[in-house]
Structure formats: structure tokens, C-alpha cells
């Protein structure tokens, strides 16, 4: 009984001792200030500081939410914490690491600071270990737990996203670097090692224009530009021709944008790469086709022009001397002689027109008018010069208009005519007996536009189903045999398509062997009224005018001299000619002339230089009217450019030569409107 007493008073006397270390110590250690410990409890963090028993010497309250500790603070002082490890490790996500950890940090005594720690319920804890030491003695350790779920949880979702990018960059092929404000390399990626044929390790430090760029090269230049637009916080794209590792020529897109420091200085650039290699070969061989289609395209045209001109001459001489011709006394053979003579000419110019016309079409060079027109009265003339054809083959030719047609449509007049001219003079070719119909009904109305459906329809041969789908194409006829028969180019109906789409139109052909062709053509107009159609010009025509005027005729072409001085001389014109362009200046430099009339092409001085000169060093006021068989458009801005005053195109008709001449002989006699 003594000794158990002696033993209790012993043990109480070791507590009391215990106790009063425990206070000593958590003076020592709260030797602090009120006001700092006030601060470690108020902190939003959870703090508890443990002597080096493990005994807890101050705890605060948020260190109790954050481990779900019910006590109160204050009641957890001198709590022994020795396996509280052990105690609390389910609540950790990995609990044999976390008691592991804790024993070695209390065995290490070494500050550790924001270790991360996973809980089981998903939440993530940062922890620092602060060993207490005073005077060099180790007297416990303060523990400063936060919760950076949120934080951490943004971080993983921020990886999470980065990976996804990078992840997608990679499968897309491109290529990555990174260059300090000198160009050094500082990272690539593989890919950009791929497309580039180098290794990590031949990148990194390296100055990536010595690697990638000739020397000579213009597009090194693009990139020290670019490097100086990084340092300015500028940003784009652009292309680069490069040298593959291997030599090989490549060419990349890059896309670069500046990065900065954390206080936003810029320290380098960032690159993504793409090798665009066989996109620019596709593009340069594209380029390279355009520019020979374009080539080819000019080179048709100035054969067009160059073909057209050397059958238009002769073909001005075939024509104006037949008609002089006609006006002799001819004996009835004669006669049937040059008729032939004179519908050949025609169907050769009609031929010559046709080409010059496709060709227009497909260089988009033929303009549609917007002008007004009325269509009875273009229907009716079509009918004027159609119908005798018709009736010489013994055809019925019938015209049907729509009392509902607008007085005034506005459109293309010309246009119209010559697709409804293709059609019926197909229909007129391939129809040996029956009825020709030219209709034009109106489809659809309102105040401001009507549509009218214009139809062409014959009971001739009739086209063959298997040949209707390929029948707008240029040069297609039926079969061979037949267009020797009838004639033709096979380009009618390819035109006719066109100009029908150029009017926005549509064009349909319905057809029987053996039994007829219905052609339909479906356009729509704004209508007009009286005051939108073009005003002609009448002119009182005094054909005395010409008598006694002198006219130079500037021509290289003998036949044409002939033509024009021939036809000139019946109204008693004084005409001199001069076979280019510096002898007429010679002549008008001693002659006087009431007009000129000026070839284009010709030896020696052209008629656009002769103009020039006439008109800065002789005259400013006398008439120049070109004679040209350009027909091509632009032609007619040319001669104006120059100074001339009038066009004419060969082959002229003699009635067209006299108009235009009398228009710029005769001043006193203006247009009567
Ligand atoms: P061309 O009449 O000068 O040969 P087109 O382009 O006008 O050229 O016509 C092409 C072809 O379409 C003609 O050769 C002919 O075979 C066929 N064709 C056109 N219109 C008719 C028609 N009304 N009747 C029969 N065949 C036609």
C-alpha cells in the first residue's frame, strides 16, 4: 500500500512536472505577442503547433473545419497528437504514404513547404512543416494545412486541356519552336524535328535561319523582319521557302507570335510550323498553267483579230465591187454569176462573225445593252428578213405575237435578234416542206417586268435525241454528211446559248426525228416606256455635199483604194491616196483635204501613229474616220484615243461609208430629232 502511494505521488509529481514543462514551453513558444498569436489563430489556414512530444500547444479553429474535428480548440490544447497518423489515416487518399511522410518529417525536422496532399473525399490539402527550434534546440513543430481543391482542381482541368491541344498539334503535324529575342532555338517539338530532318540536340542553342535559310536568301530577310515585328509585340503568318536537313528545298507556313516574361517584357517568339511543300508545288504549277491558258487565250484572240483582218480585207473588196458591179449593165449569166459571187461573200462574213463573236463570248469581252426596245416591231423586222427565205423554200412562215406584250421592254435588242436569227435560219436550213413559226407570248407579268417565252419551231428533219445534249457545244453538228449538206460552223447554237445566259435567259429543245425541232427561249425584262428607246437619227442626206470635196484615202490594200476611191468618185469626190500612214502626212502637209479616210494596219506609219501626228503637227480639225477590219472590241476606243472621229468596220456597205462621211462633211446639216 506504502509503495503504490509512493508510486502515485511519484507519478503525480512526474505530471506535475510534465504539466508545468508543457506550460513553460507554451510560454516559450507563446512567448509571442497576443496580437501574433491572435494572428496564427485568426489565419485561414489550419494551424496547429505540437511540442516536441507531441503535445498540442495551439490549435485554431479552421484546422478543426478542415479535418472535421468537433472539439473545440481550446479543449485540444495538451492533446498527446503521437498516433494521430495512425488515427486519421482514412482520411487520406493514400493513407500508408501520408503516416510514412509524417514520420519522416518529425524524424527529419527540415522545413517543408505546400506539400500536396490528396484526401479520400477528394479534396486536396497544401501542407507546410515548420520545425520550431529556440536556441538551437528542437522544441516541436507547427503543421499549416489549406485546402487548394479549387485551385488544384482548374490546374488539372488547365493540364487536362493543355494535354488535349498538345495532343491535337502533335497528330496534326506541326511543328513547334521556340527562339529567344536572338533567335536561338530554345525548344522543338517532334514534329517540328519531322518536317525539318534535325534532332533535338542539333536544334537547341542554334540560331534557326543559320539552319533552316541560304544565305542569299530574300526570304531570310522575311524572317529578321518578322523577329523585329515579335520584339514589337506583332503577330502573323507567313510563307517561307526553307532547306530541308537533307537539302531538299521545302516550303513552310509559320505562324508566330510573341512571348513575354511574367511582367510582360517580350523574351522571344513562339512558332507553329506547317509544311506547305506540296500545296505551293500545286500552286506554282497552277499559276504556271493559268499563266500559259492565258497565253494560249491571247494568242487565240490576236489570231482571231489577225485571220479575221485577212479575210475581212479582201472579202471588203469582194463585196464593194460586186455591188459596183451590180450597178453596171450585166447580161443575164453575169447576173447569176455575181449574185453567187455575192451570197458567198455574205454567208463568208456571216461565218467570220460567228468566230469573232464566240471568241468575244469566251473572253467575257461581249457586252449586253440595257437600252429600250420594242419587241413587236423587232419581231416584225425579223420577219421582214427571214420570211422570203422561207417562202423561196416554199415554207409557210408565221409570226404570232402577244397583244399583251409592254410597248417598251428594256434589254438588248441585238442580242434577241441574233439568237432568234441562229435559230430561225437553223430551222429555214433543216426543214424542206411545211410551216416555220417564230411566237413570242408573255409568260409572266407584273408592273415593272413582263417574261416572255420566245419559240422558234420547224417541221424539218429534226435532230436526233442522243446528239440534243450536246448540241450547245461549240462546233458540234449532228453528223458530218448533213452539215456538208445544209452548211454551217456548228457554232449557232453555242452562241445562241450564250448570249441567252448572258441575258440571264434559259433556252430549251424539244425534238422529233422526222418530225420537227421546237426551240424555246425564256427571258424577262423590265419594262420600258417611250422615252427609254435609243433616238434616231434622221438625217436629211445631201449627197450634193460630196460633190468637189477632196477626201484622202489612206489604205495599204490596192482593192480597197479601188473600193472606196470607186465608190467616191460616182458622187464626183476629189480623192487622193496614199498607201500608209507617212505618206499621208506627207500630203497633208501640202494638201488641204475636207477629209480622211485612215486605214489601221499599214507599213511604214501606222493609222493610230499618223492620226497622232496629223493631229499635234497639221491639223486639229479635219475629219479622220478609221477604215478597219479589227473588228474586235476596244478597236473603236483606240481610233477615239487617237484623235479620229469615226469607225467604220470592212466590209463596209456603200450606204454606211456614204452616212459616215456625210455625218463629218456636213455641218450645216444636223441630225433632225
Ligand atoms: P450549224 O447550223 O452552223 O451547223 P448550229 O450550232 O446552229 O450550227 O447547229 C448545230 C447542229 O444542230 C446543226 O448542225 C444540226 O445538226 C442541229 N440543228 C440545229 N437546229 C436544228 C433544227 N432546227 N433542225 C434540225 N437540226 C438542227
Redesign the pocket.
Known amino acids: 500500500m506504502k509503495e503504490e502511494l509512493e508510486y502515485l505521488k511519484k507519478e503525480l509529481a512526474r505530471e506535475r512536472a510534465a504539466r508545468m514543462e508543457a506550460e513553460r514551453q507554451v510560454h516559450d513558444l507563446t512567448m509571442m505577442s497576443d496580437r501574433q498569436k491572435t494572428f496564427l489563430l485568426s489565419l485561414q489556414t489550419g494551424v496547429m503547433v505540437e511540442d516536441e512530444n507531441r503535445h498540442i500547444l495551439l490549435v485554431n479553429q479552421h484546422f478543426c473545419n478542415l479535418f472535421g474535428i468537433p472539439a473545440s480548440p481550446f479543449d485540444m490544447v495538451g492533446w498527446d497528437c503521437s498516433d494521430t497518423a495512425e488515427q486519421s489515416k482514412h482520411l487520406f487518399a493514400e493513407p500508408e504514404i501520408f503516416t510514412g511522410r509524417i514520420t519522416t518529417l518529425l524524424a527529419e525536422r527540415r522545413l517543408v513547404l505546400q506539400e500536396e496532399i490528396w484526401l479520400a473525399d477528394g479534396r486536396c490539402f497544401s501542407r507546410d512543416y515548420v520545425p520550431v527550434f529556440i536556441e538551437g534546440r528542437y522544441k516541436g513543430h507547427l503543421w499549416n494545412y489549406s485546402d487548394i481543391t479549387r485551385q488544384k482542381t482548374s490546374e488539372i482541368k488547365l493540364k487536362r486541356r493543355e494535354e488535349k491541344y498538345r495532343r491535337i498539334i502533335e497528330n496534326m503535324n506541326i511543328g513547334l519552336l521556340e527562339v529567344d529575342l536572338q533567335g536561338h532555338i530554345h525548344y522543338a517539338n517532334q514534329s517540328f524535328c519531322t518536317m525539318s530532318g534535325y534532332l533535338v540536340d542539333e536544334l537547341i542553342g542554334k540560331v534557326a535561319e543559320d539552319l533552316f535559310m541560304e544565305h542569299s536568301n530574300d526570304d531570310k530577310k522575311i524572317i529578321l523582319e518578322r523577329h523585329e515585328m515579335r520584339k514589337k509585340g506583332l503577330y502573323d503568318a507567313y510563307e517561307v521557302r526553307i532547306r530541308h536537313h537533307s537539302g531538299e528545298p521545302k516550303w513552310w507556313l509559320i505562324s508566330g507570335a510573341p512571348i513575354y516574361d511574367d511582367i510582360g517584357n517580350p523574351i522571344g517568339s513562339i512558332g507553329i510550323h506547317l509544311d506547305i511543300t506540296m500545296q505551293k508545288d500545286l500552286e506554282i504549277n497552277l499559276t504556271q498553267a493559268r499563266k500559259i491558258a492565258e497565253e494560249t487565250a491571247r494568242a487565240k484572240e490576236v489570231f482571231l483579230a489577225n485571220m479575221s483582218h485577212e479575210i475581212r480585207t479582201p472579202l471588203n473588196a469582194i463585196l464593194g465591187l460586186g455591188n459596183q458591179l451590180s450597178k453596171t449593165s450585166l447580161d443575164p449569166i453575169q447576173e447569176s454569176f455575181l449574185n453567187a459571187i455575192n451570197t458567198s461573200s455574205d454567208n463568208l462574213l456571216v461565218i467570220i462573225n ?1 468566230i469573232l463573236d464566240y471568241s468575244k463570248i469566251e473572253a467575257g469581252k461581249m457586252r449586253i445593252e440595257h437600252i429600250g426596245f420594242e419587241m413587236t416591231s423587232l419581231l416584225r423586222q425579223i420577219e421582214l428578213t427571214l420570211s422570203q427565205n422561207a417562202r423561196s423554200k416554199g415554207l409557210e412562215f408565221i409570226l404570232e405575237t402577244d397583244e399583251s406584250l409592254a410597248p417598251v421592254l428594256i434589254g438588248d435588242p441585238y442580242r434577241i435578234n441574233q439568237a432568234i436569227l ?2 430561225l ?3 429555214i ?3 424542206e416542206k411545211g410551216t416555220i413559226l417564230l411566237g413570242c407570248r408573255v409568260k409572266d407579268t407584273s408592273e415593272t417586268e413582263q417574261q416572255l417565252t420566245i419559240t ?1 419551231e ?1 417541221t ?4 436526233d435525241p442522243k ?1 440534243l445534249g450536246s ?2 457545244q ?6 458530218v454528211n ?2 456538208r449538206k ?11 446559248y450564250q448570249l441567252v445566259s448572258l441575258m440571264k435567259g434559259t433556252i430549251e ?1 424539244e ?1 422529233q426525228k422526222g418530225e ?2 421546237k ?1 424555246e427561249i425564256t427571258l424577262r425584262f423590265p419594262i420600258g416606256n417611250k422615252r427609254d428607246l435609243p433616238v434616231k437619227e434622221e438625217r436629211h442626206v445631201n449627197i450634193d455635199v460630196l460633190r468637189g470635196k477632196r477626201i484622202l484615202i489612206v489604205e495599204d490594200n490596192q482593192l480597197n483604194r479601188v473600193v472606196a476611191g470607186t465608190i467616191l468618185g460616182t458622187y464626183k469626190v476629189e480623192v487622193t491616196e496614199a498607201v500608209n500612214g507617212q505618206e499621208a502626212i506627207d500630203l497633208m502637209k501640202t494638201h488641204d483635204f475636207d477629209l480622211v479616210l485612215m486605214d489601221m494596219q499599214m507599213p511604214v506609219i501606222d493609222g493610230l501613229t499618223a492620226t497622232k501626228i496629223i493631229r499635234s503637227e497639221i491639223s486639229r480639225d479635219v475629219p479622220i474616220i478609221a477604215l478597219t477590219a479589227n473588228a474586235l472590241q476596244g478597236e473603236q476606243d483606240k481610233c477615239m484615243e487617237a484623235g479620229m472621229d469615226d469607225f467604220i468596220t470592212k466590209p463596209f456597205i456603200e450606204s454606211r461609208l456614204l452616212e459616215v462621211i456625210l455625218k463629218h462633211l456636213d455641218h450645216s446639216e444636223r441630225p433632225a430629232m
Open positions: 460567228d441562229n435559230l435560219s437553223n430551222s436550213k433543216f426543214t422558234v420547224d424539218g428533219i429534226g435532230i446528239f448540241i450547245f461549240k462546233f458540234s453538228q449532228e453528223n448533213a452539215a445544209y452548211g454551217g460552223t456548228g457554232l449557232g447554237m453555242a452562241i445562241t429543245i425534238s420537227g425541232t426551240a
